[in-house]
């Protein structure tokens, strides 16, 4: 079976079409989200690409990785210049504890490479990586690279904690991507998005944006 194939599967077909009607009719993102209808269209479709086109998937996986990689040192380096230009400034710093944030977020147009392409596919996508879905964080957080260049002079560095192992039991899917080693913003899409492993691997542009925080907010979603 091909991953074309797989796409335009009736089971497939019909979870998109009650997407997209929602959301060109309605815009109901949070009827969406109560039916969990995109969810549902993430499992079947990660389920059943893995099973019949692991190895077929490992190379587009690997290069959206590898983009997606590129990008987070980019922004970390964006955070180190605007982070040196502040850290002797009194009007930014003064008594306060800033930090200078950066976010990587999947790009807004539906991707010219993706193998369906029609006049609904943007639909689809607009509510895929909607920024106020709830618990989609595919626009909302990629990476979210929370820098204090002043501090990390005298902080150990640590592993990350693979955060993605606490929401479900290690499936076929998880075990075939974990094999992949893949960067920490591929496993936060993965598992907090609700794009599919064939919506990732098509996708070559990122938005980025970049913010001055002081510390107690430094956990909250900015």
């Known amino acids: 079976m091909e991953i074309l194939d797989i796409l335009q599967s009736p089971r497939i077909q019909s979870l998109e079409d009650i997407i997209i009607g929602y959301m060109e009719y309605s815009g109901y993102s949070d009827v969406m989200d109560k039916l969990c209808v995109a969810q549902m269209r993430k499992r079947l479709i990660d389920k059943t690409v893995v099973e019949n086109c ?21 922004m970390k380096k964006m955070c180190k210049e605007t982070w040196n230009d502040i850290a002797n400034d009194d009007v930014f710093l003064g008594e306060k504890d800033l930090n200078v944030c950066g976010k990587i977020s999947i790009g807004s147009e539906y991707p010219a ?75 936060h ?28 907010d430094i956990g909250s979603r900015y």
């Open 54 to 74: 692991a190895e077929e998937l490992r190379e587009d996986i690997l290069y959206f990785d590898k983009l997606l990689k590129k990008e987070e040192r980019k």
């Open 113 to 187: 490479l993706h193998p369906l392409q029609d006049d609904d596919r943007q639909s689809l996508w607009d509510m895929l990586v909607d920024e106020s879905f709830r618990y989609n964080y595919a626009y909302v957080e990629a990476y979210n690279s929370k820098e204090n260049y002043k501090k990390q002079k005298n902080r150990k560095k640590q592993e990350p904690d693979p955060l993605w192992r606490e929401y479900m039991e290690i499936s076929r899917e998880d075990e075939f991507i974990e094999s992949l080693n893949l960067s920490d913003g591929f496993f």
């Open 189 to 216: 899409l993965y598992k907090n998005s609700f794009l599919a492993i064939t919506d990732l691997i098509y996708v070559r542009t990122f938005e980025t944006e970049m913010k001055i925080i002081e510390e107690p």
